[in-house]
């Protein structure tokens, strides 16, 4: 009889969750609602819907249901690629010297390389059942744009992807995965859309923003029969479908008897983190257990430790319906030098509303040292992670080195998001000493800041 | 109680394999003896030993030990990424509507990207047991690579990687991913040897080829203190690490009660299809079961199925010992158009023999043919396949259309060696529409069978 808990922990495929958990639902304070930007007005979902799939505003708007059903065919798909390995990164450990127990949840074993995959099957499932062709959306990175491509081959829908132009061009094969998949993937800004040709026309020689790709997609969803347009993060639907991150971690830990003091996800427009966080989220809102939460940003893109909390927009165009969140202004554009995600001015409304009330706190880390750690856990523990994903590592190891330091056996959980195949043009940066630190001035913050709506 | 069999079978820890298995030990006629080159007399351990590691020499030379220990550290490593998922294919025989039951092994699931890390963490153990200071290594595709640079990094050994030089400039992502994990990466043929100088001398345009890549790292090796030689494939140690493939295969499919009537893998050197056959081999050689077993090679470059059972040269440069196998001549070189690796004139010792006495069957397949069944599995199975790896989807794929001609349900196995994150050149070139197809002509080949030794 051996007590030693293994290397990696599988739940059985009966084990898997069969629900999505809604944090909102616990939540006292709820997040603002989602305003129009003509009216000012909360988004009715009528309004929602001419944007977004009926079944997704409805989840949108969801804030009383705990629990949501998986659909069956979604359970089906997630059994493809799912559950994913909870990791106890012995190696890690050993490494460290550190009496810390450290694991990690590993959402890298698919083909679009990490978590986004959990939101895409349920968007396009939704999708498909309402009768559309097709559905739009931008990528930026690539890994959202890579995962809705597999979404929609496997429900056989049209799949029109946006991608950030410079992105376009600097991952040639990221664009070749997608159209293996059989989407539909053009250079944002383009000349497809108005608001693309509106900004060719003032800035010709743009390398694009996620902001304005979110533009372009949802002109395009709203001006084509039968297209609706989707999004990979910021939204509390995306929150909802991610859950099955934390709900498989939880359900894997509870299995063994574990539990963690302190769990670490990286923060882009929180659809990791949110997910990771959820069921443990809800513990500490009933007041059931107490966790430490921490959220790890880019230094070069810091929305919650240096951002505003007000309403905003969430694209460039302004198309969108504006959210109360965390926010560097929509004008924000992170400096060149920032490799890998994590570059949204935003954050989800959820997640900066547990932030403004102290229920979960925030790192920013600069990205040499961000590449740093993942090189480090790379070699012990064999998997090359993804930039984004190396924020929660960069973190989680600090925290096991202050254990060191204390004598403290912390047990610390955190959200390896994805696999950094695509990314080894930084990883060049890297080996060879090119890669540089940004950090925006108080200065150009304000700017950014000026951008905000006026909003009493 | 459901009889469903799991999309996916993960073993647990404890029921993982503790030994390999040496498949010689059950041939009544053994594998032809490696010859030195200047004797043409059998190889004694002593001559081996200036090349390879003193156990990894032991275990080449071993014929007769059914089962060899795994050493405690290899089998924590192994721990660290395997067991690998045993996949049953529902999507797949879904959408070929195939009375077929299709099994496949997945060995992708680990940042070398294929099943070569198995034998790479070993070879690295033996060679940090002896004390040795690094290793030198060639790679073609990358992969071979990728996993010996994982390797040597987790035991702290220097490691020097030939790259074929074509593959060095058309992969520089899995370059980079080497030098992330430490490795000293050259592009071959180089000026770093006498070998690398004298084919640069008379061919100053080359692109280098896996022969020369192998003739240059064996230089390397013997020619610096504390160093040795390792290989990714076609030995018979590589096919007794890759048994782990098969073992954990055929402990899954126990365990389930699942007989599988036919078992395919692609075959370069065979390191993959060594290893995956090895143990069901070794019940149908006892006369225990009986299997069809299909080897799957590309068109391009046919050695089992056209090529003839010879001794050769293993390597361009000729400086390694002689193999008995099926071969193309060590002159042959693969047309450009062709992508991937299984790129190799020759073939396992073992496969060759195994082959030879009819006990395994062999196929070639057209590479736009293997592209097209690559696509077709990555939108429903949702995993983007190696170029290598498809070859033995395509035959699969074919055997269970087959069945689905006949109404018979037999259950297919095959090895899914790894994922196609840096074939996207490749895919690219499918997805336009610009691959062709190569098939060398009889003249072609006898041109390159004349480059043969003679041997009585």
Redesign the interface.
Known sequence: M?EKI???I?L???EMPKQWYNVRADMKKKPAPLLNPATLRPCTAEELGNVFCDELVKQELNETDRYIDIPEEIQEFY???RPSPLVRAY?LEKKLDTPAKIYYKFEG???S?SHK?NSAIAQAYYAKQQGLKGVTTETGAGQWGTALS?AC??FDLDCQVYMVKCSYEQK??RR??M????ANVTPSPSNTTEVGRKILAEFPDTNGSLGCAISEAVEKATTQDGYRYVLGSVLSQVLLHQSVIGMESKIAMDKYGITPDIIIGCAGGGSNLGGLISPFMGEKLRGEKDYRFIAVEPASCPSLTRGVYAYDFCDTGKVCPLQKMYTLGSGFMPSANHAGGLRYHGMSAVLSELYDQGLMEAVSVEQTSVFESA?QF???????PAPESSHAIKCAIDEAIKCKETGEEKTILFGLTG?G??D??A??AY?DGRMSDYIPTDEELQKSFDTLPKID
């Open positions: 051996s293994p290397y990696k599988y059985e495929e009966h059994k493809m690629y190696c074993n698919n083909t390389g995959l597999m081959s496997y040639p094969f070749e995965v159209r293996t998949y059989g090189q790379a070699r012990v523990e064999g998997i090359l696999t195949y695509f080894m043009y990883y060049g080996n």
